[in-house]
């Protein structure tokens, strides 16, 4: 889930009886199980939330793309380099794609840089971890992704036609990531001592900042009541939660590793994992900027924003004098 | 077979280090789509490397992989030429690099489609399919920072004028080259001057740049013997894994 904490627009659930007329035919819509497009009426609200949502969506892969990046160099075979790179790549353009999307909603993709870049849009918390040792590649790669697409793969039937199209197109390519990554922790844990070591040791970092990637508790969720009733947000924190724990408990204990919580264990009478929330207050520092390397990641791609607008700037000067001198020949 | 090794090596050798060094844009590029179209070049130039330098350890027969050559080798035991080991700088020298290498890739590439080595033939024939998309991105971008602001201009002719003097290791034969030329498993490089030329006369036409009039050439690259301080660098990052955990298999 690369959208956390998104705020609502709104000032709670509206009850049917309160809405405007075109604005109960719009839920009405949403109830039948319409998509929306970008030049159907929408309330306000319901754009201006997406756009938020999307929008942090997109910048969680651009900013997603550096703690990766930080190996790319270092990949340990050809082969490896090559997937990572692919996998890196991907992320680029699923940035693409939703930045497209938010466009329809009517912001530019520039404008929505900016608000980035001056911290008035938010990116998932966890890209704000290091990555440390090459077990980290493929504890971000199972986890991260994993984690990902447990929000993205409901995502695909949300109301905004756009959205839901982009994230069909994402979550076929987050799966392979996710194998990919697994392949890694695979290799880590047949090898020698040192690379068992890193694989639990990046298990051990990254379990966590995992699970905080769904958000914060439902019972401290307060915006989620609107995105749901509008489709936007399919499932509550929790229980996407609850779904990543269970699905990944069996695939660590494969692994041979150890999930970092002694009170992990399957409860029979629910038929879930229990397991140890998050620190929400670490949560709550993180996405106010005091993460390890939020300061690091925001001053990276403000330094790439930064050192590449010449080469922007040439570009559009160098279309307008093309266009000029095709119409001066004509 | 000793001259077909390092004539694969030569070819392997330079996709890697410039696979490598593109490579470390991912993620940083002036735009979104840059940033894809450089992790792309980066990507089909590792898939080269691979190629190339597999066949190379099939050549050696002492039991090496691609991966051991790529991994476990020395500076002075690379091939590549010098042009591509140096730092990207920005993003204006890495394309200009990328468009020299290029403009000579596409016209060496083709004449390899004729070599007596089977296998040669068939790499080079997947590997000129890509080349030739580099050169027409390449060239076009070359062209549009050459003739966008004051600026990209002086920003692409300090480019071009830095790295001028490696563009002649290119053409430098050698003995390898006269071996490979004498059993036709490749022409002789320095034949490929006269469309290099032509290529990079037209585009630096295009981009409003002057071509410097040195003809002085580095050399040292392609035989291994005298790289620059550069790639031992560029080495001790990319093998760092291979050569702290000796034997681990990733």
Partial sequence: MYAQMVKSTGKGLVARKDMLPEDR??????????????KDYMPDGYRRNLIRQIGQHAHSEIVGQLPEGNWITRAPTLERKANLLAKVQDEAGHGLYLYCAAETLGVSRDEMTEMLLDGRMKYSSIFNYPTLTWADMGAVGWLVDGAAIMNQVPLQRTSYGPYARAMVRICKEESFHQRQGFHIMMAMVNGTADQKRMA??????????????????????????????WRIKMNTNDELRQKFVDETAPQV???????????????????????????????????????????????????????????REAMVVHAEKKAARKQAAE | MQHLFEFLL??????????????????????????????????????????????????????????????????????????????????????????????????????????????????????????????DRSAETVVALGDGTADSNARMQAALDYLWPYAGELFADDETDRAMADVSIAPLPSGMRPAWAAAVEDTAKAACLKLPESDFAHSGGRTGARHTEHLGHMLAVMQVLQRSYPGAVW
């Fill in chain 1, 25 to 38: 035919a719009f839920q009405d819509r949403i109830d039948a199980g319409e998509k929306i497009e970008p």
């Fill in chain 1, 200 to 229: 639990q040791d990046a298990l051990n970092r990254f379990w966590y900042p995992a699970l905080m990637m769904f958000g914060p508790s439902d019972k401290d969720s307060v915006h989620s009541a609107q995105s749901m009733a």
């Fill in chain 1, 253 to 311: 204990e494969y692994l041979g590793l150890t999930i970092p919580d002694d009170d992990l264990q399957w409860n029979e009478d629910t038929g879930h994992y229990d397991f140890t929330e998050p620190d929400w207050a670490e949560f709550f520092e993180v996405i106010s900027g005091n993460g390890p390397c939020n300061v690091d990641r925001l001053n990276a791609r403000k330094k790439a924003w930064d050192d590449g607008a010449w080469v």
């Fill in chain 2, 10 to 135: 030569r070819q392997g050798d330079n996709a890697l280090v410039l696979g490598h060094r593109t490579s470390e844009w991912c993620g940083i590029a002036p735009a979104l789509e840059e940033d894809i179209a450089l992790t792309n070049t980066a990507l089909d130039l590792i898939g080269q490397t691979q190629l190339w330098l597999g066949y190379a350890a099939e050549v050696e027969g002492a039991g090496r992989s691609a991966n051991d050559l790529a991994y476990l080798r020395d500076a002075y035991d690379f091939r590549n030429l010098l042009m591509l080991e140096v730092p990207n700088e920005d993003f204006g020298r890495t394309l200009m690099r990328q468009f020299l290498f290029d403009a000579f890739q596409v016209p060496w590439l083709t004449a390899l489609q004729n070599s007596a080595d089977q296998r040669v033939v068939e790499i080079a024939t997947k590997s000129l399919k890509e080349a030739t998309y580099h050169l």
